[in-house]
């Protein structure tokens, strides 16, 4: 295939809580463009852990060509844990389709993300989905919507009958309603009917109302009486959605493939093209900010926002061309790895299988294989302009457990497996410990990490045992010390001579490290200082409590001497080390943990017993409120070590109706006979290695 004209380019992303019908939306959605001869197979779920669960774990692609415009569509999980999966949606699309499941409304997760993508000006619209069940409604939600994305949402359709009785759409701009042939996707165009004329004349005044408020001139003529017509509907309607003043809502039910074809012609006629997207900002490499303007005149930009492993033709890596354009044979860098690399293929996703770009342009997805370095998150650009786009921040990385190979032959393979799956999301890392012999995994929460694990075995064939779950805890000191140390080994041969004084002291949470050099005079040596700087961060990686990694201290070196002959980085290295593991013995040192603000979701009925449950779990309740259909939300910061078994306790407590999110808010000293367990199962755990 040629390339395409980035106006016949629409990207979009479907965003919304765990279950709103994503996935079976896309589904419908080939399915009525001719591309799947039925629905609820699941199409951009492919992995077996996703066929398994039921569930999205990674982000699906797909697309269709409809109306002559290459669509393609982004489906993403909705899940806290899985992050780093759908904010890469987000950065691969123009577009945001909020799916609402019609029976719960807004629902967490499509608020958390929803202000990501608001973040990210994205151009976001809203489907009401599974209109087909009982007691499915929009109204009530609209106010939600504005209230979360601070736009107008505008109704652009009705629906024709209601839950099992739903027969179709009314288009409120074209005046016309759709009514289809039972779940075929078939459709007859017919006028509106009689005993809905009033309901569809009283909302289509509303969302004429709504749209020319976002523009002037048309507001005073229709207030002078004057008819407005449905093109200057239409381009008042695309030009508010494009410039992030509006929420178009439309309807439906994926599941009986009703208003699909609807929401399908809104994506060609009302979507966001790649060349009206927003421009990135993104930093040079030689220096100084730059704003990434979409044109296809400019050098190449791409942003890397998934990769997989294929059993078969091994890494395939996701690009959004973000500026220029990229033809096959050609030479790219992929900045982050300072890697030079050559385009092989070009593939964008049809339905279910791959066509073949000879050159792929601004606004394209597409797919590549066997790249030899590169990691989600990356940039690739032209060698000749190379630069970064600029991220939100990841979360960090809170829940680890330890994997064992069953076999030791299978070390390599897990290493290897290990870091395609660390490329693949930065919220994921690994790290193999030689002394130990020990390899931790770290993630969001421990569904990511079972996830991990499970493709570890499935994509590189190995076995492998996971061990309990350890948190990550830090040291850190409360009090200001000054220390000092001299190494010092001068008996025959070429002697070693470093002698540092430093001041260890407590600096803010989440201050991290300072170093400051004083030396005056040069009793230590401009050329030994970075020794000194090194020895005190290798002390910090294993604190003196419990060997976890220290933080927030600033270290001051004041003072020190060294030896003509003897002296040299290592005597330095080793004196500053062992300067820092004294200083910090008798600075008061404390373990931290890490904090989790958290919100829960429960039935009012359970909230009481739900706020108790936290409080014995050291939590502090931040507060609870109302949100309406007899769920409350009781806010609270935990300890995350007092949360690996809430899910179980939360259900029981609910009969399964409550559910909660987390996420990292910081870390915070634990009480003296916490620490002294850490202590003490740490040192356990430490033998056992
Ligand atoms: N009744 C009904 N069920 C639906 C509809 N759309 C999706 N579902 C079902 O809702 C469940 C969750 O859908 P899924 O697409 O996996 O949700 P996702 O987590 O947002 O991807 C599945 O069992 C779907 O078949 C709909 O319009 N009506
Ligand atoms: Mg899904």
């Given at each position: 295939m040629d390339k395409i004209n980035p106006k016949d380019k629409r990207n979009i992303v479907l965003l919304g809580h765990h279950g709103c019908g994503k996935t079976h939306l896309i589904d419908s959605i080939l399915f009525t463009s001719g591309k799947l001869d039925r629905t609820g197979v699941f199409v951009t779920d492919t992995e077996e852990a996703e066929k398994n669960r039921k569930a999205s774990f990674s982000l699906g692609i797909t697309g269709l060509s409809h109306k002559g415009v290459r669509i393609n569509l982004v489906d993403t999980p909705g899940m806290a844990e899985f992050h780093a999966e759908t904010v890469n949606g987000l950065y691969s699309s123009e577009n945001v389709l909020t799916v609402i499941n019609a029976v719960s409304g807004m629902e967490i997760m499509t608020e958390r993300f929803g202000n990501i993508a608001k973040e990210l000006n994205k151009s976001i619209m809203v489907f009401f989905n599974m209109l087909d069940k009982d007691r499915a409604g929009y109204k009530a939600t609209l106010d939600e919507i504005r209230e979360t994305f601070e736009r107008t949402p505008v109704l652009l359709q009705l629906p024709i009958g209601s839950a099992s009785e739903l027969k179709g759409i009314v288009d409120l701009v074209e005046n016309k309603a759709y009514i289809y042939e039972g779940e075929t996707g078939k459709f007859n165009v017919e006028d509106v009917p009689a005993d809905l004329q009033n309901a569809v004349e009283e909302a289509r005044t509303k969302m004429i109302e709504d749209v020319i408020e976002t523009d002037e001139a048309l507001m005073e003529k229709y207030f002078e009486g004057e008819e407005i017509t449905t093109d200057e509907l239409k381009e008042t309607l695309r030009k508010a959605y494009v410039e992030n003043q509006i929420i178009p809502v439309l309807l439906g039910s994926a599941m009986k493939n009703i208003g699909i074809n609807l929401l399908l012609d809104t994506f060609v006629s009302l979507g966001k093209t790649p060349e009206e997207a927003a421009p990135w900002s993104a930093e040079l490499v030689n220096g100084g900010e730059i704003l990434v303007e979409p044109l296809e005149s400019e050098p190449l930009v791409g942003y890397i926002f998934k990769s997989t492993v294929d059993p078969f033709v091994g890494k395939l890596t996701f690009i959004k061309v973000i500026s220029g354009s990229l033809k096959q044979g050609d030479s790219f860098m992929v900045v982050d790895q300072d890697s030079t690399e050559k385009a092989g293929h070009l593939l964008i996703v049809d339905g279910t299988k791959d066509i073949e770009l000879t050159e792929a342009s601004l606004g394209d997805i597409v797919k590549i294989a066997k790249l030899k370095k590169s990691a989600v998150g990356d940039t690739i650009t032209h060698k000749d302009r190379q630069l970064k786009l600029k991220l939100l921040d990841w979360p960090e990385p809170m829940l680890s457990k330890s994997v064992q190979p069953k076999s030791k032959s299978d070390i390599d393979k897990i290493s290897n497996g290990l870091s395609r799956l660390a490329e693949s999301d930065p919220t994921f890392v690994w790290e193999h410990d030689a002394e130990t012999g020990e390899t931790v995994i770290s993630g969001l929460g421990s569904v990511h990490l079972d996830i991990m694990v499970e493709r570890l075995k499935k994509l590189f064939s190995v076995d492998v045992e996971v061990g309990k779950p350890k948190i990550a805890y830090r040291e850190t000191i409360r009090r200001k010390v000054t220390a000092e140390y001299k190494h010092k080994k001068q008996t025959g041969g070429h002697?070693?001579?470093?002698?540092?004084?430093?001041?260890?002291?407590?600096?803010?949470?989440?201050?991290?490290?300072?170093?400051?050099?004083?030396?005056?005079?040069?009793?230590?040596?401009?050329?030994?200082?970075?020794?000194?700087?090194?020895?005190?961060?290798?002390?910090?990686?294993?604190?003196?409590?419990?060997?976890?990694?220290?933080?927030?201290?600033?270290?001051?070196?004041?003072?020190?001497?060294?030896?003509?002959?003897?002296?040299?980085?290592?005597?330095?290295?080793?004196?500053?080390?062992?300067?820092?593991?004294?200083?910090?013995?008798?600075?008061?040192?404390?373990?931290?943990?890490?904090?989790?603000?958290?919100?829960?979701?429960?039935?009012?009925?359970?909230?009481?017993?739900?706020?108790?449950?936290?409080?014995?779990?050291?939590?502090?309740?931040?507060?609870?409120?109302?949100?309406?259909?007899?769920?409350?939300?009781?806010?609270?910061?935990?300890?995350?070590?007092?949360?690996?078994?809430?899910?179980?306790?939360?259900?029981?407590?609910?009969?399964?109706?409550?559910?909660?999110?987390?996420?990292?808010?910081?870390?915070?000293?634990?009480p003296p006979d916490i620490q002294q367990k850490v202590i003490v199962e740490r040192q356990r755990e430490l033998e056992e290695e």
């Amino acid at each position: 295939m040629d390339k395409i004209n980035p106006k016949d380019k629409r990207n979009i992303v479907l965003l919304g809580h765990h279950g709103c019908g994503k996935t079976h939306l896309i589904d419908s959605i080939l399915f009525t463009s001719g591309k799947l001869d039925r629905t609820g197979v699941f199409v951009t779920d492919t992995e077996e852990a996703e066929k398994n669960r039921k569930a999205s774990f990674s982000l699906g692609i797909t697309g269709l060509s409809h109306k002559g415009v290459r669509i393609n569509l982004v489906d993403t999980p909705g899940m806290a844990e899985f992050h780093a999966e759908t904010v890469n949606g987000l950065y691969s699309s123009e577009n945001v389709l909020t799916v609402i499941n019609a029976v719960s409304g807004m629902e967490i997760m499509t608020e958390r993300f929803g202000n990501i993508a608001k973040e990210l000006n994205k151009s976001i619209m809203v489907f009401f989905n599974m209109l087909d069940k009982d007691r499915a409604g929009y109204k009530a939600t609209l106010d939600e919507i504005r209230e979360t994305f601070e736009r107008t949402p505008v109704l652009l359709q009705l629906p024709i009958g209601s839950a099992s009785e739903l027969k179709g759409i009314v288009d409120l701009v074209e005046n016309k309603a759709y009514i289809y042939e039972g779940e075929t996707g078939k459709f007859n165009v017919e006028d509106v009917p009689a005993d809905l004329q009033n309901a569809v004349e009283e909302a289509r005044t509303k969302m004429i109302e709504d749209v020319i408020e976002t523009d002037e001139a048309l507001m005073e003529k229709y207030f002078e009486g004057e008819e407005i017509t449905t093109d200057e509907l239409k381009e008042t309607l695309r030009k508010a959605y494009v410039e992030n003043q509006i929420i178009p809502v439309l309807l439906g039910s994926a599941m009986k493939n009703i208003g699909i074809n609807l929401l399908l012609d809104t994506f060609v006629s009302l979507g966001k093209t790649p060349e009206e997207a927003a421009p990135w900002s993104a930093e040079l490499v030689n220096g100084g900010e730059i704003l990434v303007e979409p044109l296809e005149s400019e050098p190449l930009v791409g942003y890397i926002f998934k990769s997989t492993v294929d059993p078969f033709v091994g890494k395939l890596t996701f690009i959004k061309v973000i500026s220029g354009s990229l033809k096959q044979g050609d030479s790219f860098m992929v900045v982050d790895q300072d890697s030079t690399e050559k385009a092989g293929h070009l593939l964008i996703v049809d339905g279910t299988k791959d066509i073949e770009l000879t050159e792929a342009s601004l606004g394209d997805i597409v797919k590549i294989a066997k790249l030899k370095k590169s990691a989600v998150g990356d940039t690739i650009t032209h060698k000749d302009r190379q630069l970064k786009l600029k991220l939100l921040d990841w979360p960090e990385p809170m829940l680890s457990k330890s994997v064992q190979p069953k076999s030791k032959s299978d070390i390599d393979k897990i290493s290897n497996g290990l870091s395609r799956l660390a490329e693949s999301d930065p919220t994921f890392v690994w790290e193999h410990d030689a002394e130990t012999g020990e390899t931790v995994i770290s993630g969001l929460g421990s569904v990511h990490l079972d996830i991990m694990v499970e493709r570890l075995k499935k994509l590189f064939s190995v076995d492998v045992e996971v061990g309990k779950p350890k948190i990550a805890y830090r040291e850190t000191i409360r009090r200001k010390v000054t220390a000092e140390y001299k190494h010092k080994k001068q008996t025959g041969g070429h002697g070693q001579y470093g002698h540092v004084q430093i001041e260890i002291e407590p600096l803010e949470r989440g201050a991290g490290f300072e170093f400051v050099d004083k030396i005056v005079g040069g009793v230590i040596p401009k050329n030994y200082i970075p020794a000194v700087e090194k020895g005190i961060k290798e002390a910090m990686k294993k604190g003196v409590l419990a060997s976890y990694p220290v933080v927030d201290v600033r270290v001051t070196l004041v003072y020190g001497s060294y030896h003509d002959v003897d002296s040299s980085d290592m005597s330095f290295q080793i004196a500053a080390s062992q300067a820092f593991k004294k200083g910090m013995q008798e600075a008061n040192p404390v373990i931290l943990e890490p904090i989790m603000d958290v919100e829960i979701f429960v039935p009012d009925e359970n909230a009481g017993d739900v706020m108790g449950e936290v409080t014995s779990r050291r939590g502090r309740p931040m507060g609870m409120e109302s949100v309406g259909k007899g769920i409350s939300k009781v806010i609270a910061q935990v300890p995350l070590s007092e949360m690996l078994d809430f899910s179980s306790k939360l259900s029981s407590i609910t009969s399964g109706r409550g559910y909660f999110t987390m996420k990292f808010a910081g870390y915070q000293e634990t009480p003296p006979d916490i620490q002294q367990k850490v202590i003490v199962e740490r040192q356990r755990e430490l033998e056992e290695e």
